[in-house]
């Protein structure tokens, strides 16, 4: 697909603007409202992503008349970016997103102006992990929660699980808090390549993400940095605690993608077993980014997430 000829924001209606957060931090939000709502959804995107990488579900929602908010997390997209290098995907900690969050949700009129219409949070590995959070810590008013690929653990590598919170937490008291890792970089030629990539098996999907960032070259993003990383096991901990805790007793439907090597689908099962009303899907054909996956991913997909919110 051209860049040229790419959906934007504005072709599907939408208003996009930024909101600057306590300490200074521009973050990126767009709203989208259909001629009748029927429903309200907060879409939060997974780590490197950005608005316009949505799109497609976000005029999927528009069609079934939901209102849509969707969000540049700091660090990514659009958003104020920590370091000066902006390919490091960096943060100091998560609960910068979950008060970004809250911020965004207070001064724009999605947040505001509820309307009394069913109030859903879709929310994509660390959007899924940060839509459980925020589902207990920042609007008690979500009502039902579709999870994808929901970053409740994360796949190491050649890292033990057991060590690398210790390598993380010891890395950045040495100082190297917006390093990456050895072996990760920034986005480059690398990240271009369809051919074993761990995200999604539809070429053309995948080729509409990268002439996204070659319009628009600071939407690119590359490895988390160890701060990142550190940041991430400690929310990791934060949000098993709050399963345990009953904290989350919504609706959640949880989607786990069969060829996933990027989040643990082990701690998936744990997370629907820990919560009271909880569904999980397999989709055996999909990897990580289901919404961004084949037709035949994305008809699963829509057919149980259509069932789950009565439509």
């Known amino acids: 697909m051209s860049s040229n000829d790419l959906p934007t924001i504005e072709s599907l209606g939408g208003h996009a603007s930024f909101a600057t957060m306590g300490d200074g931090t521009r973050v990126r939000h767009a709203r989208f409202v259909p001629a ?7 879409l939060l995107p997974g780590f490197t992503e950005f608005i316009e990488k949505h799109l497609e579900t976000i005029s999927e929602l528009l069609e079934r008349g939901h209102e849509v908010l969707c969000m540049d997390w700091r660090g990514q997209g659009l958003s104020d970016r920590a370091l000066a290098d902006r390919h490091r995907g960096h943060v100091a900690s998560m609960e910068l997103f979950l008060s970004d969050l809250r911020e965004v949700l207070e001064v724009t009129e999605f947040g505001r102006s509820r309307k009394g219409l069913p109030y859903n949070v879709i929310g994509h590995s660390m959007g899924g992990h940060l839509a459980l959070r925020a589902a207990a810590e920042v609007d008690r008013e979500i009502e039902r929660l579709i999870l994808i690929a929901p970053m409740v653990d994360i796949e190491t590598g050649a890292f033990p699980r057991a060590l690398s919170p210790f390598l993380a937490r010891l890395a950045v008291a040495l100082g190297l808090s917006g ?18 990539n761990l995200l999604t098996n539809d070429p053309a999907r995948f080729w509409r993400t990268h002439a996204y960032i070659e319009r628009e070259p600071k939407l690119a993003l590359g490895n988390p940095t160890f701060g990142w990383i550190n940041a991430a096991f400690k929310s ?7 399963g345990k805790s009953g904290s989350i007793a919504q609706p959640v439907l949880i989607f786990r993608a069969g060829q996933e090597r990027i989040v643990s689908n082990a701690a998936q099962e744990g997370l629907r077993a820990a919560l009271p009303n909880a569904r999980l899907v397999d989709i055996p054909d999909a990897k990580h980014e289901i919404l961004n996956e084949t037709d035949a991913v994305r008809a699963v997909f829509w057919r149980e997430a259509d069932a789950f919110l009565g439509r």
């Open 36 to 42: 009748a709502p029927v429903a309200r959804t907060l």
């Open 179 to 196: 390093a990456y890792p050895p072996g990760a970089g920034g986005y480059g030629k690398s990240s271009t390549i369809f051919e074993g």
């Open 236 to 242: 990791i901990d934060r949000l098993a605690a709050l």
